[in-house]
C-alpha cells in the first residue's frame, strides 16, 4: 500500500458508479474510478452511429428520476451545465384502432386524453401521487428497509401502495379504468422491464412508471444523455476523483477476509486503502471478479441461477423528418409505446418467454430531436426505440437482426403509415451488441436483473446482501443490480457510498 493509493475505488463508470464516486469524493475520500471502455456512461451514452450530425442515445434516453431522485438532486447537475427538456406529452399510447391514452405533467391534459370515463380516476391518482411523490420516492430509493422513511409516507398510503403491490397488471389495469386505451397504459410501461400483464404482483412497476412520468416526465437533456454522464463526472473531479478508461478490472484482491485491490486486464495492481465499490454485474462479480473461496457455496449457487431480465432490441434511425403519426398526441410525446392492447401485450410477453422472435414486437419509441434540435441537422430528426426479446435465439442474434429489425419497422409503419419512407440510415443493436457494449447488460438485460417481484427488495440481488454490503469487507456492489435496480436515479452508487462511510466511521 503506498500514500498514493486512492482510498476507494469504483469499478464502473456507469451512472451509479459515478454517482458513488461523486459521494465518497464529496466526504473527503480520494477516489479512482476505473471504467473498462475507452470512455465513461455506460449505458448513458451518446454518439452519432447512423450519419454524421445525427447524435443517438446508445442506451438510456428519457430520465423520469432526473429532477426528482433523492440521490441526484445533491449532486445539482443543472449546476453542471445539464440542461433538461420536456415535450407537451410525456407517453403516447396510440394504436392502430386510433386511440390514444396520453400522459402528461399537466393533470388537465392527461384527464382530457382519458376522456370522461378515466379522467376523473386519473385526477384522482395524480393528486394523491402529488401530495406523496417527495416522500414515496425517498423510500422507494433508500436503503432497505428504509424504516423512517416508510413511517414518513405514512401507513395510509403504504397500504394504498401495497393493493397496487398485490395486483397483476391486467388486474390492476381493469379494475382501475375503464376502456381499453387508458387499461393499456400501466401494464405497457411495465414491459420497460421483465414484468408482463399477467404476472403476479407486476402492477407496480408499470404504476410507478406512470406516475413518474407524470410528475419528473420523461425528460431529454439537452445534447444527449451522455450530458448527465458528463455532469456526474465534474462533481467527481470537483471532489478531487478521477476517472481512467480502457481499465478493464478482471479480478478483485481479497487478503484476510477483505478487498485491498483491484488486478486489471494486462496484469497492473491497484490497491484501495479503505474501499472498492462495483458498479459491477452481480453474477460478474461474485462468479469471476472474487475467488470461489472467499464467496460462500450458496451465493455462489444463487449467482448460477440468477435470473436476467429479458433481452432489449435496440434501435436508432436517422430521418429526413418527424415521424408521421396518425394520432396528434404521439406527435408531440417525448416517448410513444407500441403495444395495442392488454391481450397484444400478454402475447408478446409469452413469445418472449417461450424463446419467440415476437411477431408483432411491443415498442418503446423515443423522439429526443422533437425538443431538442441540437441531435439532428436542421429540419431532421433521430428515433431511438427498443423491444424486449429473448437474449438468444435458435441460431443466434446475428442471423436474424436485419429480420426483426424490418419487422419493428413494419410496427411503426403500423401507428405511422409513410414511415419508412423517411429512413435515412439505420443502426441495429442486438442484446449481443448491447453486452459488447457494457459488460453489465448480460443478455441484452437492461434491468440489471429482473423486476420480478421475488428479486427486489430483501432480496436484490440476493438475501442477506441488500444493503450494498458483500460477504467480503470493504466491497460494496453499487450498480443497477443492487436495490432499486435499473434507472438512472444514482440511488443504487449513493446507498452504496453511504454504506462505505457509515462502515468507515
Ligand atoms: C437500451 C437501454 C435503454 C434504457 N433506457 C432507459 C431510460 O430511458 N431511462 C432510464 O432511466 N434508464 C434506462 N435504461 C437503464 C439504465 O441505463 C441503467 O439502469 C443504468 O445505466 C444502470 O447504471 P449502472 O451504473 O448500474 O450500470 P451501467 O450503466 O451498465 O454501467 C456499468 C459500467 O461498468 C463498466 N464495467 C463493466 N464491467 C467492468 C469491469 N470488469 N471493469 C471496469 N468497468 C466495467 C461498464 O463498461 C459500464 O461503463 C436503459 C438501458 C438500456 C441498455
Given at each position: ?235 467527481v473531479e470537483e471532489g478531487g476523483g478521477g476517472v481512467r478508461c480502457g481499465a478493464r478490472v478482471e479480478q478483485i484482491l481479497v487478503r484476510e477476509g477483505r478487498a485491498v485491490a483491484v488486478r486489471l486486464a494486462g496484469g497492473e495492481e491497484i490497491s484501495a486503502r479503505r474501499a472498492i465499490v462495483a458498479d459491477l454485474a452481480a453474477p460478474t462479480l461474485y462468479l469471476r471478479l472474487l475467488d470461489a473461496g472467499v464467496v460462500p457455496a450458496r451465493i455462489q449457487r444463487a449467482m448460477r441461477r440468477f435470473r436476467q431480465g429479458f433481452g432489449t432490441f435496440k434501435m436508432d434511425w436517422a430521418l429526413d423528418g418527424p415521424v408521421p403519426w396518425s394520432h ?178
Open positions: 500500500m503506498h500514500s498514493r493509493d486512492p482510498d476507494a475505488i469504483v469499478v464502473g463508470a456507469g451512472p451509479n458508479g459515478l454517482t458513488a464516486a461523486a459521494y465518497l469524493a464529496r466526504a473527503g475520500l480520494s477516489v479512482l474510478v476505473l471504467e473498462a471502455e475507452q470512455e465513461p456512461g455506460g449505458a448513458v451514452r451518446t454518439r452519432e452511429v447512423t450519419l454524421p450530425g445525427f447524435r443517438h442515445d446508445l442506451g438510456a434516453a428519457f430520465f423520469p428520476f432526473g429532477q426528482t431522485s433523492p440521490a441526484l438532486l445533491p449532486l445539482d447537475l443543472p449546476g453542471a451545465g445539464l440542461v433538461w427538456r420536456h415535450a407537451p406529452i410525456d407517453s403516447a399510447h396510440p394504436a392502430p384502432d386510433g386511440t390514444c391514452a396520453s400522459i402528461a405533467r399537466d393533470v388537465e391534459a392527461t384527464a382530457r386524453s382519458l376522456g370522461e370515463d378515466d379522467g376523473p380516476t386519473w385526477r384522482r391518482i395524480a393528486g394523491w401521487h402529488a401530495r406523496t411523490r417527495e416522500r414515496m420516492l425517498d423510500a422507494l430509493l433508500s436503503t432497505p428497509p428504509a424504516l423512517g422513511a416508510m413511517l414518513r409516507f405514512g401507513p395510509l398510503n403504504l397500504l394504498r401502495l401495497a393493493q397496487v403491490v398485490l395486483s397483476s397488471g391486467r388486474g390492476f389495469a381493469t379494475r382501475t379504468f375503464r376502456t381499453e386505451a387508458a387499461r393499456r397504459v400501466v401494464p405497457g410501461l411495465a414491459l420497460h422491464t421483465d414484468v408482463g400483464p399477467e404476472d403476479p404482483c407486476g402492477a407496480i412497476v408499470g404504476f410507478m412508471l406512470t406516475l413518474l412520468a407524470s410528475s419528473g416526465g420523461f425528460a431529454v437533456p439537452e445534447g444527449g444523455a451522455g450530458a448527465i454522464t458528463r455532469a456526474l463526472l465534474r462533481r396528434e398526441d404521439a406527435a408531440r410525446a417525448a416517448v410513444v409505446h407500441a403495444g395495442d392492447s392488454l391481450d397484444d401485450l400478454a402475447a408478446f410477453t409469452r413469445q418472449v418467454r417461450a424463446g419467440a422472435l415476437p411477431d408483432h414486437p411491443y415498442l418503446v419509441i423515443g423522439q429526443q430531436s422533437l425538443v431538442d434540435p441540437t441531435r439532428a441537422p436542421a429540419g431532421r430528426h433521430t428515433l431511438w426505440a427498443y423491444s424486449r426479446v429473448p437474449s438468444s435465439i435458435d441460431g443466434g442474434w446475428a442471423a436474424s437482426r436485419e429480420r426483426f429489425a424490418d419487422r419493428v419497422e413494419a410496427r411503426l409503419e403500423e401507428l405511422a403509415p409513410g414511415f419508412r419512407r423517411r429512413i435515412l440510415a439505420r443502426a441495429i443493436w442486438s442484446p449481443d451488441d448491447l453486452e459488447a457494449m457494457d459488460a453489465n447488460l448480460l443478455g441484452g438485460d437492461l434491468g440489471g436483473g429482473s423486476a420480478d417481484i421475488r428479486h427486489q427488495l430483501f432480496f436484490r440481488p440476493v438475501f442477506p446482501y441488500f444493503r450494498y454490503r458483500t460477504p467480503v469487507r470493504g466491497l460494496y456492489l453499487g450498480s443497477s443490480y443492487a436495490h432499486p435496480g435499473a434507472g438512472v436515479h444514482g440511488a443504487c452508487g449513493r446507498n452504496a457510498a453511504l454504506a462505505v462511510l457509515e462502515d468507515e466511521g
